[in-house]
């Protein structure tokens, strides 16, 4: 388990982020800092490394970032899900939901924030490595583990906000952040690209405990940022490669979410969450953010599956019941997350960020957009695994374009509630037509129309604050 708690050293870089990124316009409990010692950042031997390490990987578990930010940015704003009382908890979650979002709202500043406090951690563990006794084994399994976290948080920020700052070295001094500006976004895309594959020559194909970064996961994340930049072959390449090694899809469709059967053999890479450990400290909020109004004491009834998209599941589709439940009501809700405990707010589901069947999935439109007989029949193969495992029927023969819809519609069944269909419309150019239409369709959402300023958030107002100057708004915010 990696404790957000365990990086009490590093407490003075922490702050000094905290000063750097705008903490003077923004909600300060929101960064959950809690100074414990005036001890300054020296790494002297290899445990301390080990902890900080450790620090790095709790900080994916923030809000901002994988304890809730991150699937609500991946979803709410698509037509897949929707939030139950817009107005609930000051708007922000309604804001996505209905292309309102101010440069204010908390989700847009903590997500930011968070994501820039993991790349300083993994920043000055990269900077320390060379200076500290150990076995060259385990320096290079680190620098890996850093690198593939920096690309992670790196690769949610760009497509999340387009333009970000991009920084790669150790933060020590305030000043010589300011004035840096927005890097574009292809030179953020190069560095990402970089990182991934400098750790995939490091990072072991097994690592215990589970949980930690992998050589399957540095290429399945690369595939996927491939994949994004319509980069196919490469895509392919990679995630071949990750078809290699042992992950498979489970036979039964019920474990892969299921808390008892964490880290399992479909899993490449999730961030680890467990109910009732230290104070209740090291559960996730999704599971209460996540589950509709009523349905359990605390829902907040935030990015809820829309019902028009439960009944799109075919009857004998064993996702409708596995992924996706009704209440007694009739709402939809994910039951990719479980009430773990009495605490609803303690949620005890890993959140997962890379998974088989999205590998599958990846290579399926990878083949499909090149193209040509051969390519479409591996794009079916690798479709139809993932459809026989949900128990439809196999796809024989379908011409190019008629395969592209039938394969974006599958992302949408097999991956509702985590993350990526947002992403999958902005990535394919549909954002803006199916988003449009899905409007027109939906009654009292008929007034409702995005442009091509809603494909990116806006920047945080605390940090155009700051930094006024280089730190430029987002166009039409």
Known sequence: MFCIKKFN??????????????????NKNLLDIQPTTEKSLVFTNEAQVRQGVEGAYGMLQRSGLYGANLMVFGEIPSENTYSEVPANDGGVYGQLDLFTTLANNNLIEGTWRDAYACIQQTNVILNRLDGIEMATENRNTYRGEMLFIRALCYFNLVRIYGDVPLNIQETTDVNEYFGQGRTPKADVYTQIEQDLAEAAA?????????????????WALLGQVYLTLKNYQEAITVLNKVTALNYRLLTDINAIFDPANKNNAEIIFDIQFASGINGNTLGSPAFQLFSPSGSVGGAKGHNLPIRP???????????????????????????????????????????????????????????????G???LQLAMHYLNLVRSRAGLNELI?????SLRL????????????EGYRWFDLVRTEQAIP???????ATPGLQNIRIDEHN???????SQINTDPESIIQNPGY
């Open 9 to 26: 050293s590093i407490t003075y870089f922490l702050l000094l982020l905290f000063v750097l990124l705008g903490g003077t316009s923004c």
């Open 202 to 218: 490091l990072l072991p194909v097994e690592q215990n405990p589970a949980g930690k970064a992998t050589l399957g996961a540095a």
């Open 309 to 371: 998209f439960y009944d799109s599941y075919a009857d004998g589709d064993l996702r409708k019941n596995a992924y996706v439940g009704l209440t007694a009501a009739g709402v939809p809700y994910t039951k990719k997350l479980v009430q773990t405990s009495a605490v609803i707010e303690d949620g005890g589901s890993n959140i997962v960020v890379l998974r088989y069947a999205d590998v599958l999935l990846m290579l399926a439109e990878c083949h499909e957009e090149l193209g």
């Open 373 to 375: 007989t051969d390519n």
């Open 397 to 401: 023969s379908l011409d190019q374009s």
């Open 406 to 417: 039938v394969i974006a519609q599958e992302r949408r069944w097999e991956l509702i509630s």
């Open 434 to 440: 199916v988003m449009n239409a899905y409007f027109t």
């Open 455 to 461: 494909l990116v958030q806006p920047v945080p107002q």
